[in-house]
């Protein structure tokens, strides 16, 4: 069995209604190219606009400015004045801690010197796994010299 629609005999359309639809379509289509020109002109605009900042939010940005900018200077003039006030090393201060660094230096060297004397006594027979001394040291995770 076959079905059929069953279609109204007054939908025929006569040559000179279909010329008319193609002039309507070209006409149409033109200004459809035309609306998409003007389209991509106006979102063009839209972006320029979009990507510069509004009178108010520049204010806006001004006024924190200004405060950090306040807020800045006072901690700068408090600096300033703290190192104008703060004391003055005298010569002694200076001799002292001069005193105790070479003394510090010193035992810092001799420590040095102790840790690779221990190391070369320790290192005098190497495990068979082991190539070099230096790899042990970077096994260990030691930093510095040998």
């Known amino acids: 069995m076959v079905y059929h629609a069953i279609q109204e005999a007054s939908s025929e359309v006569t040559p000179e209604e279909l010329a008319a639809m193609d002039d309507k379509i070209t006409s149409l289509k033109e200004q459809l190219e035309s609306v998409k020109v003007q389209e991509k002109t106006l979102k063009a605009e839209l972006a320029v606009l979009n990507s510069r900042v509004s009178s108010t939010e520049l204010l806006s940005q001004i006024g924190q400015l200004e405060l950090r900018k306040d807020t800045l200077n006072d ?67 030691m930093e510095g010299e040998l």
């Open 75 to 141: 901690q700068l003039a408090h600096l300033c004045k703290e190192t104008a006030t703060d004391r003055i090393v005298t010569e002694e201060e200076s001799n002292r801690v001069q005193k105790n660094w070479a003394t510090w230096k010193k035992h810092a060297s001799l420590r040095k010197l102790a840790c690779r004397e221990l190391w070369l006594k320790c290192t005098e027979v190497l495990p068979d796994n082991v190539k070099s001394r230096e790899e042990l040291w970077e096994s260990f995770g």
